[in-house]
C-alpha cells in the first residue's frame, strides 16, 4: 500500500516554494510582525475550561473518502460550530487532498467566530508559522510522523514567538518522546496517516503513557458520545472531530445534537 503521509508531505514541500515565490518570506514576516500586539484565544486554555471539550473540524474532503461536503462554506459552518457549543473548531487549510486553504481560517473569523481556530495542515517549514497566524489561527498542529525532533522543537518556538499554541500530534509508542519537549497540548491521532487506517483504541492505550499533567485530545474516528465520555475517564479533555458532522447535512445542529447527548 502506498505511503499517504510520504505522498502528502513531498507535495507539501514544493507548495510552499510555490507560495514562497507568491510572496516573499520577508513581506510575509513583515505582515505578520504588525499583527503580533493582537492575542488569539488560547486552545489549551479552552480544553481545559469546557465540560465537553469538542474541537469541531470544518473538512470538506479526505484522501481515504474524497469529498465529504464540496459545498461546505467556511463563513457559515464554523460560526454554527460556535453557536451549537463547540469549544474550540478546527480548519483544515491543505487545499491539494483536504480541500482547504488559508482563505476558510479569515473568512470564520470575518464571520464572527470567536474561539480558538486551530491551523491543520502539514507543516513542514516556519513560513507555514506565519501563513497561520496572518489568517488568524491560535494554534497549529505539529505531526511527529512528517518532522524531527530538532525541526519540531524549532517550529514549536516560532509558533510560541508568533503568539500561537502548539499541538503536537503522535501516534505510536516510539513517538511518545516528542512529548518531551512539552508542547501545549499532546495530541493522539487515532488514524494511521500512511494507510489512513483508524483504530480509536490507539487513544486509550496510550494515554497513561503520556506526562499526567498533560492536556492531551484525541484525533480522528470519534463519531459516539460514549466514546469521548470513556476518553475523558481515560484522561483526554480535547476530542477533535470532523467527518462524523461534516457528512450531516447541517454540521452545527449535528454538533448541538451530539454534545446533547454527551
Request: net charge negative; hydrophobic share 40%.
Amino acid at each position: 500500500m502506498q505511503d499517504i503521509l510520504q505522498e502528502i508531505v513531498a507535495y507539501k514541500r514544493v507548495e510552499v516554494e510555490r507560495s514562497r515565490r507568491l510572496v516573499a518570506p520577508r513581506e510575509l514576516y513583515r505582515r505578520v510582525e504588525a499583527m503580533l500586539d493582537k492575542q488569539v484565544p488560547s486552545l489549551a486554555g479552552a480544553l481545559v475550561a469546557s465540560v465537553t471539550g469538542i474541537i469541531a473540524e470544518f473538512k470538506r474532503k479526505s484522501p481515504s473518502k474524497g469529498w465529504i461536503k464540496e459545498e461546505g462554506r467556511a463563513e457559515e459552518i464554523p460560526l454554527s460550530y460556535e453557536q451549537n457549543g463547540a469549544a474550540a473548531l478546527s480548519i483544515l487549510t491543505d487545499e491539494h487532498f483536504f480541500g482547504g486553504c488559508d482563505a476558510f481560517v479569515a473568512a470564520a473569523r470575518q464571520s464572527g467566530v470567536r474561539i480558538p481556530i486551530l491551523y491543520k495542515n502539514f507543516i513542514v517549514d516556519e513560513y507555514q508559522l506565519f501563513q497561520a497566524r496572518e489568517c488568524g489561527a491560535s494554534a497549529v498542529l505539529l505531526i511527529a510522523a512528517v518532522l524531527g525532533r530538532q525541526e519540531c522543537r524549532t517550529l514549536q518556538h516560532t509558533a510560541h514567538e508568533l503568539g500561537m499554541e502548539v499541538l503536537l500530534e503522535m501516534h505510536a509508542e516510539r513517538e511518545l518522546e516528542y512529548a518531551e519537549q512539552e508542547p501545549d497540548m499532546c495530541g493522539v491521532n487515532n488514524r494511521n496517516l500512511g494507510s489512513f487506517v483508524t483504530d480509536v483504541e490507539t487513544s486509550f492505550r496510550l494515554a497513561s503513557l503520556l506526562p499526567a499533567d498533560a492536556v492531551k485530545v484525541s484525533e480522528s474516528g470519534l463519531s459516539m458520545p460514549e466514546t469521548v465520555r470513556a476518553l475523558r475517564m481515560a484522561g483526554y479533555r480535547g476530542f477533535l472531530m470532523g467527518e462524523a458532522f461534516m457528512k450531516t447535512e447541517q454540521p452545527g445542529a449535528s454538533l448541538g445534537e451530539f454534545i446533547s447527548r454527551l
